[in-house]
């Protein structure tokens, strides 16, 4: 009989540190019921002490979803444990996930402490979150760089105590693969008690070896991974979730098994790429878009007569389909919400199919076809509806030999403004006219365009990074005219200054 690995996700959580991925309550209700469909078994919600918005959205996405359990993070802190329990008030199944740091530097720069305290806060913290909640997991922070005996002590002493699950992340991604599977090998080995608690992976990207410390581990032992959807997490990232699940289901000979329905895996990684406004690289394992393709004389040629030459998965099992329908401006709403349902986006309100139906017209007049980025960056649009700044109209002049020049229309509140500018190129120019509406002192600190797919007609995303009064604002926008895209992510900065 398979060993069964649980999946751990926390793209809610660690993948929403990401600077200028933050994401409202409802989506992330809508990226949670997604997760629910695609079987993780682990949801960790937030870190509800941090802010009153994760803890209301803790409260939420336990009213939303039935069978995964709902982690709440806390520090070593009896009123982090307190304000956690209380945030999993409605969780059909909850966990408390609380911890510190046990590598020597943690302890003596962060903590200005000792080995022995450390784990008598340790135990504390275990015992009083097991107050509140029967599922107590704990994380041993630094656990990469914390060295072996002293680690084995710290588990040990936490298992008595009552966790159910014990936590060892390579939290700066250092270890090497060798080592992390030796850092839970020997944990199995000399622990009292290890069998009473499951052994858990949270490997950072910082290498590039998160996916392989994590898969190391598993095979000595560690029975849960900690991951997020397309990887994403502070710094360089966290092990992607869809990597972890391929894996195991490629290489059947290691009979782990995981509760996962790979079949979800790309609509999931298409919204949550969506929803984060964070595009997934070209070449990403398992999701990017270039995964399955083949351009190779050689490749295309071994692939057109046994697909198994050159491709270890068969697309459909990560849920791409070859007979997707195609969207133009012929197709009606039926076609436009079925393809929705695919990717994760259930729409019951006919009112809002609708006002995504005649968005949908609009770019399908100027796409020859709509594709699943594009849809889902549809479903999403009206969110700026309710934004105090809008665009009204843009118009701009470029050219070889000729000076840009930008005239602008903006709504605010209800009340009409329109200036003019000219500007070296057309985005600047059209920027320096939005600044004589908007007379503030910002300053453009990052510009990022990013092409959805390969056609010239195809949608572009901007993303930005905006100063002002010393706060630093990410905003976002995408449109087929990529000047229109740059003001609409720098209004959508505006909209947000505080």
């Known amino acids: 009989m398979s060993d069964r690995l649980f999946i751990f996700d926390t793209t809610l959580r660690d993948g929403e540190q990401v600077p200028g991925c933050q994401l409202n309550t409802v989506e992330k209700i809508q990226v949670a019921r997604q997760l629910e469909q695609l079987g993780v078994d682990v949801i960790e919600a937030g870190f509800p002490v941090s802010s009153p918005g994760d803890f209301n959205s803790v409260i939420e996405i336990s009213k939303a979803v039935t069978w995964p359990t709902i982690c709440a993070l806390t520090r070593a802190v009896e009123r982090d444990i307190e304000v956690a329990a209380e945030s999993l008030k409605y969780a059909k199944h909850k966990r ?63 298992i008595k105590a009552g966790a159910t699950v014990v936590n060892i992340p390579d939290t700066t991604g250092y270890c090497l693969p060798a080592e992390y599977g030796d850092k839970i090998k020997y944990l199995m080995e000399h622990v009292d008690g290890i069998d009473r608690a499951i052994i858990s992976t949270h490997c950072h990207n910082d290498l590039g070896m998160a996916t392989a410390n994590t898969l190391s581990g598993v095979l000595n032992g560690a029975r849960q991974v900690e991951v997020t959807i397309n990887g994403i997490g502070e710094r360089a990232g966290n092990t992607s979730l869809e990597e972890i699940a391929m894996i195991l289901k490629c290489h059947k000979h ?79 709403r039926a076609a436009l919400k079925y393809r929705l349902g695919v990717l994760g986006v259930n729409v019951d309100n006919e009112e809002t199919v609708d006002k995504i139906y005649q968005k ?100 572009g995303k901007v993303h930005m990074q905006v100063e002002y009064n010393g706060s630093i604002y990410y905003g976002f926008g995408a449109n087929t005219d990529i000047v229109t895209a740059s003001v609409e992510a720098y209004i959508d900065c505006i909209n947000k200054f505080k």
């Open 96 to 158: 408390i996930h609380t911890g510190i740091g046990t590598s020597d530097s943690h302890i003596r720069y962060k903590f200005n402490s000792n080995r022995e305290e450390i784990i008598e806060r340790a135990v504390a913290a275990v015992k009083y979150a097991r107050r509140y909640v029967d599922d107590v997991e704990f994380y041993a922070e630094d656990a990469g760089r914390t060295d072996n005996e002293y680690l084995a002590r710290v588990v040990e002493a936490v």
């Open 254 to 332: 290691i009979d782990i098994d995981t509760n996962i329905n790979t079949n979800k895996i790309y609509p999931t990684s298409r919204m949550v790429s969506s929803l984060m406004n964070m595009p997934v690289q070209p070449n990403k394992a398992i999701v990017g878009r270039n995964a399955f393709a083949h351009s190779s004389g050689i490749h295309q040629d071994g692939v057109l007569k046994n697909v198994e030459t050159y491709e270890i998965m068969n697309p459909k099992d990560v849920g791409l389909d070859d007979n997707s329908i195609v969207l133009t401006a012929r197709s009606g």
């Open 360 to 459: 949908f017209l609009r770019l399908a007049d100027q796409k020859k076809e709509v594709n699943d980025d594009d849809i889902l960056m549809l479903a999403g649009a009206d969110t700026a509806d309710a934004h105090a700044v809008k665009l009204d109209f843009l118009q701009v002049t470029t050219g070889k030999g000729v000076k840009s020049v930008a005239s602008i229309g903006l709504d605010i509140s209800g009340q009409k403004f329109e200036e003019a500018s000219s500007g070296n190129g057309p985005v600047d120019a059209a920027i320096r006219a939005l600044k004589k509406i908007i007379r503030r002192e910002m300053s453009l600190k990052e510009f990022t365009i990013q092409a959805i797919s390969k056609g010239s007609d195809d949608v």
